[in-house]
């Protein structure tokens, strides 16, 4: 199997990173480490605000109170709901796919992106909404719904178990959404990777980003719609995909016999996030046909065993180093470049 350079690259640097690692993590039990992550971070002194572009202090004087107010919007309604936690994240990497992290997912109008086929299984609208509806209370016309929805997506992913990272703010609100931009996002399940990775490179990010961004699929759920053809006539063959783990497949069929059913985009350990989403793909237990092509390919092969094999703290790291490219992606910042809405779902005009 060939290896690309990047995921030799990548494989020596889970190497370094698991001792650096290992070494922080000797110096915090469990529950030291488990109050860091929950932890809301105050953002550094020394980060000065800038108005044309992102800035870990973009709001400071403006909104000080922004992250404390987004972390607590986020606990009540996980609590409520801890499915949220995924769809949170699916909905900014939807956002951010089209037209970049501008939150022209969230316009509610016919003809969006929000009305496209594809989007019809997303959630979390009524959580940014209420979030921002508090943030105007304390800091009007200030705060953009797309730095609300990105620092969502990182609040959700720590509350879920996962990591946290710095996010910067400073994004503006796009004004145009157009479903049939929506529909070239690759999530159908489907797609190949040569497809994924050239997505992917099209919004700036890359293989090794692919692969660990996948890993998202520790948590959450698919619909069964997208995999019935792959578990009763995958290639229209009338049969299932034969590479499916025979254990697997067996659950899939009685689970799925409904395309509106719901199954666990990791069979193992669906309520944590870790790296068993990994490990299940040695196994032929990927639910998606892209999730099992992530472990044939020889591009991703490599990352996908390396991630596998090391302890989670690896690929939180990399997880939180990705998510934040993500967040970055095609951003609006200038002076003329979209607005703040006071309202996520309508562009100030029609508000």
Not at 49 to 57: I, V
Not at 77 to 93: E, Q, V, Y
Not at 95 to 112: M, Y
Not at 215 to 224: D, F, K, L, M, W
Request: proline share 4%.
């Amino acid at each position: 199997m060939n290896s690309s350079p990047v995921s030799f690259v990548f494989i020596g640097l889970l190497i370094g990173l698991q001792y650096l690692f290992s070494s922080a993590s000797a110096q915090l039990d469990d529950g030291d480490h488990h109050d860091y992550l929950l932890k809301i971070h105050k953002l550094p002194e020394t980060s000065l605000p800038s108005e044309d572009c992102l800035s870990f202090g973009y709001y400071r004087q403006k909104c000080p109170d922004l992250e404390a107010i987004i972390n607590a919007k986020l606990k009540e309604w996980i609590a409520k709901d801890p499915s949220l936690a995924a769809s949170l994240i699916r909905l900014h990497f939807h956002d951010c796919s089209v037209r970049g992290c501008d939150a022209s997912i969230l316009l509610d109008h016919e003809g969006s992106e929000r009305w496209a086929e594809v989007s019809k299984t997303l959630r979390g609208f009524e959580v940014v909404d209420d979030i921002k509806a508090e943030i105007e209370k304390k800091c009007p016309q200030t705060v953009s719904c797309a730095d609300i929805l990105t620092a969502a997506a990182r609040d959700a992913t720590v509350l879920a178990g996962g990591p946290y990272w710095m996010v910067q703010y400073g994004r503006k609100d796009g004004l145009v959404s157009l479903a049939k931009e929506a529909e070239e996002v690759p999530i159908m399940g489907h797609e190949s990777i040569t497809s994924l990775i050239e997505f992917f490179q099209f919004k700036g990010l890359n293989v090794v980003d692919l692969a660990i961004l996948s890993g998202a699929h520790t948590i959450g759920r698919a619909s069964c719609g997208s995999i019935q053809n792959r578990i009763f006539n995958y290639s229209g063959t009338g049969k299932p995909d034969p590479s499916i783990n025979a254990r697997y497949l067996n659950f899939l069929k009685r689970k799925c016999r409904w395309a509106s059913e719901y199954v666990d985009l990791d069979a193992t350990t669906p309520r944590t996030f870790d790296v068993q989403y990994y490990a299940n793909l040695p196994k032929n237990m990927g639910l998606l046909s892209t999730d099992a092509k992530l472990y044939i390919d020889s591009r991703t092969a490599p990352l996908v065993s390396a991630l596998a094999d090391q302890p989670s703290d690896l690929f939180f790291y990399q997880f939180g180093v990705s998510m934040a490219k993500l967040g970055n992606v095609q951003v609006l910042t200038g002076p003329h470049e979209g607005e703040i809405r006071t309202k996520c779902s309508f562009v100030n005009s029609r508000q």
